[in-house]
């Protein structure tokens, strides 16, 4: 989903139920949170080059708490 734009991936995750690894990079306007919240079944998430801050950071920790299917989670090139 490299040329994907933040409507694309997020038509994506809110269609597919059975997405289990994505990888995303220089996604932009993307809400994690969301992503992780929706994608259940999501097992490997790669968000590389996304300059997260810290309240994304914040989010995203706040969420791990309630998915237990996310094995690994991959913010390369903050």
Sequence with gaps: CEKARS????????????????????????????????????????????HIDDKGASEIAEVLKTNTSLKTLDLCGR
């Design 7 to 50: 409507e694309d991936i997020e038509n994506l995750i809110t269609t597919v139920t059975t997405l289990e690894n994505l990888v995303l990079k220089y996604v932009k306007n993307i809400q994690i949170k969301y992503v992780v919240l929706k994608c259940l079944q999501l097992r490997e998430f790669t968000y590389s080059d996304s």
